[in-house]
Protein backbone atom coordinates (compact mmCIF):
# COMPACT_ATOMS: atom_id res chain seq x y z
CA UNK A 1 0.00 0.00 0.00
CA UNK A 2 2.90 2.37 0.99
CA UNK A 3 4.53 1.67 -2.66
CA UNK A 4 1.04 2.25 -4.21
CA UNK A 5 1.13 5.69 -2.56
CA UNK A 6 4.28 6.94 -3.48
CA UNK A 7 3.26 5.72 -7.09
CA UNK A 8 0.43 8.01 -7.00
CA UNK A 9 2.38 10.80 -5.07
CA UNK A 10 5.27 10.16 -8.10
CA UNK A 11 2.36 10.35 -10.76
CA UNK A 12 0.43 13.86 -9.27
CA UNK A 13 3.53 15.91 -10.43
CA UNK A 14 3.60 13.79 -13.86
CA UNK A 15 -0.24 14.69 -14.18
CA UNK A 16 0.39 18.56 -13.44
CA UNK A 17 3.07 18.61 -15.72
CA UNK A 18 0.95 17.63 -18.85
CA UNK A 19 -2.20 19.61 -18.02
CA UNK A 20 0.51 22.67 -17.98
CA UNK A 21 1.50 21.94 -21.29
CA UNK A 22 -1.98 21.37 -22.59
CA UNK A 23 -2.81 24.79 -21.59
CA UNK A 24 0.39 25.78 -23.34
CA UNK A 25 -0.87 24.46 -26.26
CA UNK A 26 -4.47 25.78 -25.89
CA UNK A 27 -3.15 29.36 -25.02
CA UNK A 28 -0.27 28.88 -28.32
CA UNK A 29 -3.52 28.26 -30.62
CA UNK A 30 -5.47 30.77 -29.45
CA UNK A 31 -2.90 33.46 -29.93
CA UNK A 32 -2.00 32.20 -33.29
CA UNK A 33 -5.77 32.16 -33.89
CA UNK A 34 -5.88 36.11 -32.51
CA UNK A 35 -3.13 37.20 -34.64
CA UNK A 36 -4.88 35.60 -37.77
CA UNK A 37 -8.24 37.34 -36.90
CA UNK A 38 -6.06 40.55 -36.93
CA UNK A 39 -4.16 40.37 -39.58
CA UNK A 40 -7.50 39.75 -41.58
CA UNK A 41 -9.27 42.74 -39.57
CA UNK A 42 -6.09 44.75 -40.97
CA UNK A 43 -6.14 43.75 -44.23
CA UNK A 44 -10.11 44.38 -44.56
CA UNK A 45 -8.80 47.85 -43.21
CA UNK A 46 -6.34 48.37 -45.69
CA UNK A 47 -9.27 47.54 -48.53
CA UNK A 48 -11.46 49.07 -47.21
CA UNK A 49 -9.48 52.33 -47.11
CA UNK A 50 -8.04 51.54 -50.47
CA UNK A 51 -11.51 51.54 -51.94
CA UNK A 52 -12.66 54.94 -49.95
CA UNK A 53 -9.23 56.81 -51.46
CA UNK A 54 -10.45 54.96 -54.95
CA UNK A 55 -13.81 56.06 -54.86
CA UNK A 56 -12.72 59.79 -53.53
CA UNK A 57 -10.29 60.21 -56.40
CA UNK A 58 -13.32 59.26 -58.93
CA UNK A 59 -15.91 61.98 -56.87
CA UNK A 60 -12.97 64.06 -57.47
CA UNK A 61 -12.96 63.68 -60.73
CA UNK A 62 -16.12 63.80 -62.05
CA UNK A 63 -16.56 66.73 -60.14
CA UNK A 64 -13.82 67.94 -62.08
CA UNK A 65 -15.59 66.76 -65.44
CA UNK A 66 -18.89 68.51 -63.81
CA UNK A 67 -17.21 71.39 -63.86
CA UNK A 68 -15.28 71.65 -66.98
CA UNK A 69 -18.89 70.45 -68.69
CA UNK A 70 -20.36 73.08 -66.83
CA UNK A 71 -17.48 75.91 -67.98
CA UNK A 72 -17.88 74.64 -71.52
CA UNK A 73 -21.73 74.92 -71.54
CA UNK A 74 -21.53 78.52 -70.09
CA UNK A 75 -18.89 79.46 -72.44
CA UNK A 76 -21.31 77.75 -75.62
CA UNK A 77 -24.43 79.58 -74.54
CA UNK A 78 -22.43 82.87 -73.50
CA UNK A 79 -21.29 82.70 -76.85
CA UNK A 80 -24.36 81.83 -78.65
CA UNK A 81 -26.73 84.79 -77.07
CA UNK A 82 -24.05 87.01 -77.93
CA UNK A 83 -24.23 85.87 -81.65
CA UNK A 84 -28.25 86.23 -80.93
CA UNK A 85 -28.08 89.59 -79.25
CA UNK A 86 -25.53 90.81 -82.40
CA UNK A 87 -27.98 89.41 -85.21
CA UNK A 88 -31.54 91.18 -84.11
CA UNK A 89 -29.61 94.20 -83.37
CA UNK A 90 -28.36 93.94 -86.99
CA UNK A 91 -31.96 92.83 -87.85
CA UNK A 92 -33.56 96.11 -86.21
CA UNK A 93 -31.12 98.31 -87.98
CA UNK A 94 -32.29 96.81 -91.08
CA UNK A 95 -35.94 97.40 -89.89
CA UNK A 96 -35.52 100.99 -89.05
CA UNK A 97 -33.44 102.02 -92.03
CA UNK A 98 -35.64 100.14 -94.68
CA UNK A 99 -38.70 102.78 -95.92
CA UNK A 100 -41.03 99.95 -95.75
CA UNK A 101 -40.49 100.16 -92.03
CA UNK A 102 -43.82 102.49 -91.38
CA UNK A 103 -43.81 105.06 -88.37
CA UNK A 104 -46.98 102.56 -86.72
CA UNK A 105 -44.63 99.38 -86.51
CA UNK A 106 -41.61 102.18 -85.44
CA UNK A 107 -44.12 103.32 -82.08
CA UNK A 108 -45.41 99.70 -81.26
CA UNK A 109 -41.55 98.48 -81.05
CA UNK A 110 -40.61 101.56 -79.20
CA UNK A 111 -44.02 101.13 -76.82
CA UNK A 112 -44.91 104.82 -77.36
CA UNK A 113 -48.15 103.91 -78.64
CA UNK A 114 -51.44 103.64 -76.85
CA UNK A 115 -54.41 101.31 -77.72
CA UNK A 116 -57.25 102.99 -78.89
CA UNK A 117 -55.64 106.79 -79.47
CA UNK A 118 -57.25 108.09 -82.13
CA UNK A 119 -53.47 108.82 -84.45
CA UNK A 120 -53.28 105.06 -84.63
CA UNK A 121 -56.40 104.21 -85.96
CA UNK A 122 -56.42 106.34 -88.65
CA UNK A 123 -52.87 105.02 -89.60
CA UNK A 124 -52.78 101.79 -91.56
CA UNK A 125 -49.86 99.16 -91.66
CA UNK A 126 -48.83 98.32 -94.93
CA UNK A 127 -50.68 95.16 -96.68
CA UNK A 128 -48.63 92.30 -97.30
CA UNK A 129 -48.16 92.97 -100.96
CA UNK A 130 -46.70 96.52 -100.67
CA UNK A 131 -44.20 94.85 -98.13
CA UNK A 132 -42.93 92.34 -100.33
CA UNK A 133 -42.34 94.78 -103.09
CA UNK A 134 -40.07 97.16 -100.52
CA UNK A 135 -38.58 94.02 -98.99
CA UNK A 136 -37.64 92.89 -102.87
CA UNK A 137 -35.96 96.32 -104.41
CA UNK A 138 -35.75 98.82 -101.35
CA UNK A 139 -35.17 96.99 -98.51
CA UNK A 140 -32.23 94.84 -99.35
CA UNK A 141 -30.21 96.77 -101.57
CA UNK A 142 -27.73 97.43 -98.63
CA UNK A 143 -26.96 94.06 -98.10
CA UNK A 144 -26.31 93.27 -101.97
CA UNK A 145 -23.88 96.22 -101.38
CA UNK A 146 -22.11 94.62 -98.34
CA UNK A 147 -21.95 91.34 -100.43
CA UNK A 148 -21.32 92.08 -103.66
CA UNK A 149 -17.66 91.30 -104.91
CA UNK A 150 -16.58 89.50 -100.94
CA UNK A 151 -19.20 87.21 -100.98
CA UNK A 152 -16.46 84.24 -100.86
CA UNK A 153 -14.39 86.11 -98.20
CA UNK A 154 -17.72 86.45 -95.74
CA UNK A 155 -18.59 83.07 -96.45
CA UNK A 156 -14.70 81.66 -94.49
CA UNK A 157 -14.91 84.69 -91.75
CA UNK A 158 -18.11 83.34 -90.44
CA UNK A 159 -20.67 85.52 -92.74
CA UNK A 160 -22.77 83.05 -93.00
CA UNK A 161 -25.94 84.69 -91.71
CA UNK A 162 -25.82 87.23 -94.19
CA UNK A 163 -25.19 85.03 -97.07
CA UNK A 164 -27.85 82.29 -95.77
CA UNK A 165 -30.63 85.45 -96.14
CA UNK A 166 -29.16 86.23 -99.49
CA UNK A 167 -29.94 82.62 -100.99
CA UNK A 168 -33.32 82.99 -99.22
CA UNK A 169 -35.76 82.92 -102.58
CA UNK A 170 -37.33 86.24 -103.17
CA UNK A 171 -34.78 88.21 -101.31
CA UNK A 172 -32.54 89.02 -104.48
CA UNK A 173 -32.93 89.66 -108.16
CA UNK A 174 -32.33 86.95 -110.59
CA UNK A 175 -29.27 89.30 -112.14
CA UNK A 176 -27.68 89.38 -108.29
CA UNK A 177 -28.40 85.78 -107.58
CA UNK A 178 -26.96 84.77 -110.93
CA UNK A 179 -23.71 86.94 -109.91
CA UNK A 180 -23.66 85.55 -106.36
CA UNK A 181 -23.39 82.13 -107.98
CA UNK A 182 -20.88 82.60 -110.26
CA UNK A 183 -18.78 83.93 -107.40
CA UNK A 184 -18.85 80.71 -106.09
CA UNK A 185 -18.39 79.16 -109.36
CA UNK A 186 -14.98 80.58 -109.94
CA UNK A 187 -11.86 77.83 -109.89
CA UNK A 188 -11.34 76.26 -106.74
CA UNK A 189 -13.73 78.30 -104.64
CA UNK A 190 -16.35 75.64 -104.72
CA UNK A 191 -14.03 73.36 -103.45
CA UNK A 192 -12.64 75.32 -100.92
CA UNK A 193 -16.30 76.17 -99.99
CA UNK A 194 -16.72 72.51 -99.58
CA UNK A 195 -14.37 71.55 -97.27
CA UNK A 196 -14.56 74.03 -95.01
CA UNK A 197 -16.67 74.10 -91.77
CA UNK A 198 -18.57 77.40 -92.05
CA UNK A 199 -18.75 77.83 -95.91
CA UNK A 200 -20.21 74.38 -96.19
CA UNK A 201 -22.97 75.62 -94.25
CA UNK A 202 -23.64 78.70 -96.88
CA UNK A 203 -23.12 75.78 -99.87
CA UNK A 204 -26.19 73.52 -98.26
CA UNK A 205 -28.37 76.21 -97.63
CA UNK A 206 -28.01 77.47 -101.32
CA UNK A 207 -28.42 73.98 -103.09
CA UNK A 208 -31.37 73.12 -101.27
CA UNK A 209 -33.24 76.82 -102.45
CA UNK A 210 -31.33 77.63 -105.94
CA UNK A 211 -33.22 76.89 -108.54
CA UNK A 212 -31.77 73.61 -111.43
CA UNK A 213 -30.11 76.24 -113.46
CA UNK A 214 -28.02 77.48 -110.98
CA UNK A 215 -27.18 74.69 -109.61
CA UNK A 216 -25.49 73.25 -112.86
CA UNK A 217 -23.36 75.99 -112.88
CA UNK A 218 -21.15 74.74 -109.56
CA UNK A 219 -22.15 71.13 -110.54
CA UNK A 220 -19.67 71.74 -113.79
CA UNK A 221 -17.52 74.35 -111.78
CA UNK A 222 -16.09 71.11 -110.37
CA UNK A 223 -12.82 69.72 -112.06
CA UNK A 224 -12.94 65.07 -111.97
CA UNK A 225 -10.47 64.98 -109.59
CA UNK A 226 -11.99 67.59 -107.24
CA UNK A 227 -15.22 65.30 -107.47
CA UNK A 228 -13.19 62.14 -106.63
CA UNK A 229 -12.13 63.72 -103.67
CA UNK A 230 -15.30 65.62 -102.42
CA UNK A 231 -17.03 62.35 -102.43
CA UNK A 232 -14.80 60.51 -99.85
CA UNK A 233 -14.74 63.55 -97.83
CA UNK A 234 -17.27 63.71 -94.96
CA UNK A 235 -18.90 67.29 -95.93
CA UNK A 236 -18.34 67.08 -99.15
CA UNK A 237 -19.88 63.29 -99.61
CA UNK A 238 -23.16 65.56 -98.55
CA UNK A 239 -22.81 68.22 -101.25
CA UNK A 240 -23.05 65.32 -103.54
CA UNK A 241 -25.85 63.59 -102.04
CA UNK A 242 -27.65 67.13 -103.15
CA UNK A 243 -26.96 67.41 -106.25
CA UNK A 244 -27.64 63.89 -107.42
CA UNK A 245 -31.11 64.43 -105.29
CA UNK A 246 -31.61 66.89 -108.04
CA UNK A 247 -31.75 63.64 -110.84
CA UNK A 248 -35.11 62.80 -109.11
CA UNK A 249 -37.39 64.67 -111.12
CA UNK A 250 -36.01 63.81 -114.38
CA UNK A 251 -33.02 66.34 -114.45
CA UNK A 252 -30.52 64.23 -114.94
CA UNK A 253 -28.45 66.12 -117.34
CA UNK A 254 -27.62 68.25 -114.30
CA UNK A 255 -25.12 65.32 -112.48
CA UNK A 256 -24.65 63.70 -116.20
CA UNK A 257 -20.31 64.84 -115.79
CA UNK A 258 -20.63 64.04 -112.04
CA UNK A 259 -21.98 61.05 -112.58
CA UNK A 260 -19.22 59.38 -114.99
CA UNK A 261 -16.76 60.64 -112.53
CA UNK A 262 -18.24 58.95 -109.59
CA UNK A 263 -18.81 55.59 -112.33
CA UNK A 264 -14.87 55.71 -112.47
CA UNK A 265 -14.27 54.88 -108.88
CA UNK A 266 -17.57 52.94 -107.95
CA UNK A 267 -15.10 50.52 -106.05
CA UNK A 268 -13.35 52.22 -104.14
CA UNK A 269 -15.85 54.42 -103.39
CA UNK A 270 -18.24 51.89 -102.50
CA UNK A 271 -15.83 50.23 -99.62
CA UNK A 272 -15.03 53.59 -98.10
CA UNK A 273 -17.11 55.52 -94.78
CA UNK A 274 -18.35 58.15 -96.75
CA UNK A 275 -17.89 57.27 -100.47
CA UNK A 276 -20.36 54.24 -99.81
CA UNK A 277 -23.47 56.85 -98.96
CA UNK A 278 -22.46 58.72 -102.59
CA UNK A 279 -23.01 55.31 -104.48
CA UNK A 280 -26.51 54.39 -102.36
CA UNK A 281 -27.78 58.02 -103.31
CA UNK A 282 -26.68 57.58 -107.29
CA UNK A 283 -28.45 53.93 -107.22
CA UNK A 284 -31.32 55.64 -105.65
CA UNK A 285 -32.15 58.64 -107.74
CA UNK A 286 -30.20 58.55 -111.08
CA UNK A 287 -32.21 55.19 -112.36
CA UNK A 288 -30.34 55.70 -115.94
CA UNK A 289 -26.92 54.66 -114.01
CA UNK A 290 -27.91 52.13 -112.16
CA UNK A 291 -27.12 49.15 -114.78
CA UNK A 292 -23.60 50.69 -115.22
CA UNK A 293 -22.92 51.01 -111.58
CA UNK A 294 -23.64 47.29 -110.88
CA UNK A 295 -21.64 46.88 -114.00
CA UNK A 296 -18.89 48.20 -112.66
CA UNK A 297 -19.09 46.86 -108.85
CA UNK A 298 -19.87 43.17 -110.47
CA UNK A 299 -16.58 41.67 -110.26
CA UNK A 300 -15.86 42.83 -107.00
CA UNK A 301 -19.09 42.03 -105.51
CA UNK A 302 -17.35 39.41 -102.84
CA UNK A 303 -14.76 41.41 -101.75
CA UNK A 304 -17.19 44.35 -101.12
CA UNK A 305 -19.14 41.39 -98.76
CA UNK A 306 -16.06 41.39 -97.10
CA UNK A 307 -16.20 44.95 -95.94
CA UNK A 308 -17.83 47.27 -93.62
CA UNK A 309 -19.03 49.58 -95.96
CA UNK A 310 -19.31 47.28 -99.49
CA UNK A 311 -22.21 45.27 -97.91
CA UNK A 312 -24.53 48.15 -97.37
CA UNK A 313 -24.08 49.16 -101.17
CA UNK A 314 -24.97 45.57 -101.88
CA UNK A 315 -27.88 45.83 -99.48
CA UNK A 316 -28.95 49.12 -101.77
CA UNK A 317 -28.69 46.84 -104.55
CA UNK A 318 -30.95 44.47 -103.58
CA UNK A 319 -33.38 46.49 -101.98
CA UNK A 320 -34.06 48.78 -105.06
CA UNK A 321 -36.79 46.08 -106.01
CA UNK A 322 -35.19 46.18 -109.77
CA UNK A 323 -34.96 42.74 -110.84
CA UNK A 324 -32.74 42.52 -113.30
CA UNK A 325 -29.92 44.50 -110.90
CA UNK A 326 -30.89 41.88 -108.05
CA UNK A 327 -30.30 39.07 -110.60
CA UNK A 328 -27.03 40.46 -111.83
CA UNK A 329 -25.84 40.72 -108.09
CA UNK A 330 -27.46 37.04 -107.25
CA UNK A 331 -25.46 35.25 -110.10
CA UNK A 332 -22.29 36.77 -109.34
CA UNK A 333 -22.19 35.98 -105.69
CA UNK A 334 -23.48 32.42 -106.42
CA UNK A 335 -21.19 31.64 -109.25
CA UNK A 336 -19.01 29.87 -106.69
CA UNK A 337 -20.88 27.93 -103.53
CA UNK A 338 -17.46 28.32 -102.22
CA UNK A 339 -17.91 32.11 -101.17
CA UNK A 340 -21.01 31.46 -99.74
CA UNK A 341 -19.87 29.70 -97.06
CA UNK A 342 -17.18 31.66 -96.71
CA UNK A 343 -19.53 34.68 -96.26
CA UNK A 344 -21.51 33.32 -93.91
CA UNK A 345 -18.38 32.90 -91.30
CA UNK A 346 -17.23 36.57 -91.46
CA UNK A 347 -18.27 39.22 -89.46
CA UNK A 348 -19.88 41.69 -92.29
CA UNK A 349 -20.50 39.16 -95.20
CA UNK A 350 -22.68 37.46 -93.04
CA UNK A 351 -25.11 40.44 -92.61
CA UNK A 352 -25.62 40.54 -96.44
CA UNK A 353 -26.38 36.43 -96.25
CA UNK A 354 -29.33 37.64 -93.87
CA UNK A 355 -30.34 40.29 -95.83
CA UNK A 356 -30.33 37.87 -99.43
CA UNK A 357 -32.62 35.52 -97.38
CA UNK A 358 -35.26 37.83 -96.53
CA UNK A 359 -35.69 39.47 -99.49
CA UNK A 360 -35.29 36.20 -101.57
CA UNK A 361 -37.98 33.81 -103.34
CA UNK A 362 -38.15 30.08 -103.33
CA UNK A 363 -35.51 29.48 -105.97
CA UNK A 364 -32.87 31.66 -104.52
CA UNK A 365 -33.75 30.04 -101.05
CA UNK A 366 -33.08 26.60 -103.06
CA UNK A 367 -29.69 27.87 -104.37
CA UNK A 368 -28.70 29.06 -100.77
CA UNK A 369 -29.56 25.71 -99.11
CA UNK A 370 -27.78 24.03 -102.01
CA UNK A 371 -24.14 25.95 -101.23
CA UNK A 372 -24.68 25.80 -97.53
CA UNK A 373 -25.77 22.52 -97.08
CA UNK A 374 -22.41 20.52 -95.68
CA UNK A 375 -22.08 23.94 -93.53
CA UNK A 376 -25.20 24.62 -92.00
CA UNK A 377 -24.40 21.75 -89.13
CA UNK A 378 -21.79 24.41 -87.68
CA UNK A 379 -23.19 27.61 -88.32
CA UNK A 380 -25.04 27.72 -85.22
CA UNK A 381 -22.00 27.19 -82.98
CA UNK A 382 -20.35 29.71 -84.81
CA UNK A 383 -20.45 33.71 -83.34
CA UNK A 384 -20.77 35.08 -86.79
CA UNK A 385 -22.53 32.42 -88.42
CA UNK A 386 -25.87 32.00 -86.12
CA UNK A 387 -27.12 34.87 -87.68
CA UNK A 388 -27.43 32.86 -91.16
CA UNK A 389 -29.05 29.55 -89.50
CA UNK A 390 -31.33 31.83 -87.60
CA UNK A 391 -32.52 33.86 -90.67
CA UNK A 392 -32.34 30.32 -92.37
CA UNK A 393 -34.76 28.79 -89.98
CA UNK A 394 -37.12 31.51 -89.96
CA UNK A 395 -37.54 31.55 -93.44
CA UNK A 396 -38.06 27.89 -93.60
CA UNK A 397 -41.01 28.25 -91.13
CA UNK A 398 -42.52 31.63 -92.91
CA UNK A 399 -42.66 29.29 -96.32
CA UNK A 400 -44.17 26.05 -94.25
CA UNK A 401 -47.29 28.45 -93.15
CA UNK A 402 -47.31 29.98 -96.72
CA UNK A 403 -47.77 26.07 -98.19
CA UNK A 404 -50.33 25.30 -95.72
CA UNK A 405 -52.59 28.22 -96.54
Known amino acids: EKKKEKVKE ?19 KRSKEKSKERSKEKKEKGKEKEKEKKHKKKEHEEGDRESRRHEKKEKHENERSKDNQQIAENFRDRERNSEAFTAHDREIENGSFRRGSTEIKRERSPTPETRNKHLKTERHEPLW ?19 IQAFTPGVL ?6 E ?12 RCITDDSAYQVITFALEHLPDTYARIWGDSLSPDQIAFVSRHPLGSRIIDQFLKRARNGNEDIVRPMVQEILKNAVSLSMEQYGNHVIQKLLENVHSAREEVVRKIQSSLVDMSFSKYGGLVIDRCLKLGDVDISEIVLNELFKNPVNIERMSYDQYASFVIKNIIKISDPETMKRLTNALRHVFPYLKAHPFGRFVAEALDEKDVSLRRGSKS
Open 10 to 28: EEVPIKKEKEREKDKDEDR
Open 145 to 163: ERIQGRAVDLSFANGNDIL
Open 173 to 178: TSQQLL
Open 180 to 191: LVQEFSQPNTLY
